[in-house]
């Protein structure tokens, strides 16, 4: 069970608000303007960057952190309508809004706000003026598709919930935005379909963020740790994706996704195994292409896991499964090598992953350049050496090109990591090492869950309606349930595929 931690309390503002930080207690600001001034420069430890303007003989004041605000705007928004209201209008100023809480002025300035504040009135103002550093929102590298859409997400929170709101345009939408970390106090925002989602599945992914105490919270890698159902798995039970329309598209399935300030990703949930082989390519492209793309994804977990060991159990226990043609030219490749097949695998796994992990270190052109060149020059010299045979190249080769098919990197990256214990198995026991490894690996992905669905589904339990989009990829119009591993309140989408082919389609 997981261990619960003392709860935080959400914020649910709209976009353009601040959310209040919910641990600070509420501290009534005072009349005196120096009083006010010293309570929050004290607070914020008088630090460099906090900067004063007097206005009006030392009877305003406007208070803002040039290090997280906009120049341009305190100019256009606060001092030139400021020089055309009087003290008794200033609450009729656009993107203004009033506070009593000074705590709740201090956390409106470390977000990026301004405050003004005025001698003898305890109302503050507080203006957003927010700097914008945000990056174009260019295509995903590690997602990148041939048909569809190429936009990706970026850093910023309200970016991302408008890419979401512009493919749905609904007022089911739903927006709630929670503050966690202690101390980097992350903006967080879920965001799902009202009567479509299931309500469990969203309270229990409140009650999850609610009871993360933690100082640190930068990006969704360290909530997915503290709110998915099994961190010990090696399995990832949350969809990571950069793409708005995927996670559009799952939003739209009765899924929930979470997007976090300073993070391009965003996480999804409840997911299965089958939904990290799903592609927007295999909807964009035609069913039958989308099939057969799909099922080699597939057949490469098999190759990612298993070839390897495979390898090693043929040549060093069961020689007698290979046909006769095979048996002289594998017999004379391994003949020489002085290590057993055990030792060639280990060594060539992990000269793949330290080629693979320089080149995402370095570079790009250089990346690329050691990826090609150095597996070509190892590759051969190893062989050249003796220490691995000409098979075990081409194995470990396409073991790792196997484990580069799968579309999430999660996944990939566990799929790398089960390949060590089955080797182990296999030049323990055999065949037999294998066969009970993927017993075992097959008994985890059933008992797995992911936030109250089962992970293996639709095999486990088995649903046949639901293996129209797993193995195979029907066309769209017989597809008319949404999955029911989504846990939607509403599983059916409308009949459109039923009224399509008795209107349309049977005419023509």
Not at 388 to 404: D, E
Not at 417 to 424: A, E, K, Q, S, V
Request: hydrophobic share 40%.
């Amino acid at each position: 069970m997981r261990k619960l931690l003392r709860p935080r309390q959400s914020a649910t503002e709209n976009q353009s608000s601040v959310v209040k930080e919910q641990e600070s207690p509420t501290k009534d600001s005072f009349r005196s303007l120096k009083d006010n001034i010293d309570y929050i420069s004290s607070e914020l430890h008088h630090s460099h960057d906090l900067k004063v303007t007097h206005m009006d003989g030392n009877r305003q004041a406007l208070l803002y952190f040039e290090s997280l605000v906009d120049q341009e705007q305190i100019q256009n928004k606060i001092f030139i309508p400021l020089s055309n209201y009087s003290d008794r209008t200033i609450g009729q100023l656009p993107n203004r809004r009033g506070t009593t809480d000074l705590n709740d002025a201090i956390f409106a300035l470390l977000s990026g706000c301004a405050v003004f504040v005025q001698e003898g009135n305890t109302e503050i103002s507080v203006f957003v003026v927010t700097m914008s550093n945000n990056r174009n929102m260019s295509e995903p590298d590690t997602e990148k598709v041939l048909r569809g859409s190429h936009e990706g997400l970026v850093e910023s929170v309200m970016i991302n919930i408008n890419l979401i709101r512009k493919r749905i345009q609904h007022r089911d939408l739903t927006v709630k935005y929670f503050r966690v970390g202690k101390k980097t106090n992350t903006n967080l925002a879920i965001m799902y379909m009202e009567g479509l989602v299931n309500p469990d599945v969203v309270k229990k992914i409140e009650d999850r963020i609610k009871h993360i105490s933690a100082d640190t919270i930068i990006s969704p890698g360290y909530i997915e740790e503290m709110v998915e159902d099994n961190s010990l798995s090696p399995f990832p039970q949350m969809l990571n994706t950069e793409r708005p329309d995927r996670g559009a598209a799952n939003v739209l399935e009765g899924r929930v996704i979470l997007l976090s300030e300073g993070s391009s990703t965003c996480l999804v949930f409840p997911v299965t195994f089958f939904t990290f082989y799903q592609t927007p390519d295999d909807y964009n492209s035609r069913w039958i292409s989308g099939t057969f793309i799909r099922l080699i994804r597939l057949m490469s977990f098999l190759i990612a896991i298993g070839l390897p060991a495979f390898y090693i159990a043929v040549v060093g226990y069961h020689f007698e499964v290979i046909p006769d043609t095979l048996v002289i030219p594998i017999k004379s490749s391994i003949n020489n090598i002085a290590y057993p097949p055990i030792v060639e695998a280990l060594v060539m796994v992990i000269i793949i992953e330290l080629i693979r992990e320089s080149g995402i270190r370095l570079p790009s052109p250089v990346g690329q350049t050691i990826g090609i060149v150095g597996g070509l020059v190892i590759g051969d010299a190893v062989v050249k050496a003796g220490l691995v045979s000409n098979l075990m190249v081409i194995v470990v080769a396409l073991t790792a090109i196997a484990s580069f098919v799968v579309p999430s990197n999660e996944l990939s990256t566990a799929l790398r990591l089960l390949t060590f214990p089955l080797i182990l198995l296999a030049s323990t026991f055999g065949f037999l090492g294998i066969v009970f490894g993927f017993f075992g690996l097959l008994i985890h992905l059933c008992r797995l869950e992911s936030f109250g669905s089962p992970y293996f589904a639709p095999l486990a339990p088995l649903r046949v309606k639901d293996l129209k989009d797993t193995f195979i990829r029907l066309p769209l119009f017989m597809m008319d349930n949404r999955p029911k591993d989504a846990q939607p309140a509403k599983s059916n989408t409308g009949d459109t595929s039923r009224e399509w082919k008795k209107n349309g389609r049977s005419k023509k």
